[in-house]
């Protein structure tokens, strides 16, 4: 909500304006006795000790079990002061919220468990991210926004594999997908 603060340029910015709304999604999966549940925050991180709280509520007061719940935050640089980063420090009214609404966005996904077909497929995308961490040609490590001509090259690799997990229902219609992608999105 407006203000909210925000997290993610070690300075404190507080939100004056929504544009574009955040969110917590859930998928639950069940096949006969075995489940597996997903968790997945526009936030910048996630801290342990909240994901514990969140899948103890969930395990509470639905019966699922915490342990099969993978919780993930797509690390946006824009999202609520989760954590206290520098002098920046957690916006504790937001974190008072989180472990209930996740835990009833992930009870909502389990009401409507359904029979479902899921499909599996991965390619590359190679452009879009890429390790800014540069060798320099006197030994140390910089983070780059463009190449240096003192970089001798990237510190390490780049993931391009973008992986896709497609959730549909018996009419074929897409009910949800889990994408796995590589990168930094720090863009504001």
Known sequence: PVGTRKIGWLKEIVGTEVLDPLFARAAAF???PERAGFLQFDLLSIRWSQVRAIRERIRSETGFPGERIMVAATHN????AVANVGDVPRDEAYLATLVE???AAFAAALDHLEDVEL???SGLEPDLAFNRRMIMRDGTVKTQRSLSPEALGP???ADPEVGLLAV?????T???CLVNFACHPVHH
Do not use: V
């Open 77 to 80: 640089h824009a999202g609520p």
């Open 30 to 32: 069940a096949d006969g």
């Open 155 to 157: 510190e390490g690799p």
């Open 119 to 121: 499909g599996f497929g």
């Open 174 to 176: 897409l009910k949800g």
């Open 168 to 172: 549909r229902g018996l009419d074929r």
């Open 101 to 103: 609404r996740s835990a």
